[in-house]
């Protein structure tokens, strides 16, 4: 199992950009699909992006198809969300989930049992 680490959060105008990192330990962490969640206050943590195990497929929610985009650098165990044209509805806690063996699609909050800390992003208008 490896464990997550996510950071890079922080308060941003709407329309800016943030980059939120996962880091992972273990040395394998290329063997794991990588997803990203969200939950804002009151709301059921939600499915933000998927990459596969091996970097070669993404999957997003279509709330944030063509403003995020996620990437891996398994050289560095780290994968990153690329947030662009944020809004204020983005605003919420970001949270990462590993799947050993796992493809790029939709993930039920359900289906992961381990979750890190959380990065917070707080978008303005």
């Known amino acids: 199992q490896v464990q997550l680490i996510e950071s890079g959060g922080g308060l941003v105008q709407a329309g800016g950009s943030l980059r939120l990192s996962c880091a992972a330990s273990?040395?394998?962490?290329?063997?794991?699909?990588i997803n990203w969640f969200r939950q804002a206050p009151g709301k059921e943590r939600e499915f933000v992006a998927a990459?596969?195990?091996?970097?070669?497929?993404?999957y997003y929610a279509d709330s944030v198809k063509g403003r995020f985009t996620i990437s891996r650098d398994n050289a560095k165990n780290t994968v990153y969300l690329q947030m662009n044209s944020l809004k204020p509805e983005d605003t919420a806690a970001y949270y990462c989930?590993?799947?050993?063996?796992?493809?790029?699609?939709?993930?039920?909050?359900?289906?992961?049992?381990?979750w890190g800390q959380g990065t917070q992003v707080t978008v303005s208008s």
């Open positions: 273990g040395r394998t962490f290329n063997n794991y699909a």
């Open positions: 989930a590993a799947e050993r063996w796992g493809r790029a699609t939709y993930r039920g909050a359900a289906d992961f049992g381990s």
């Open positions: 990459i596969s195990w091996t970097g070669g497929n993404t």
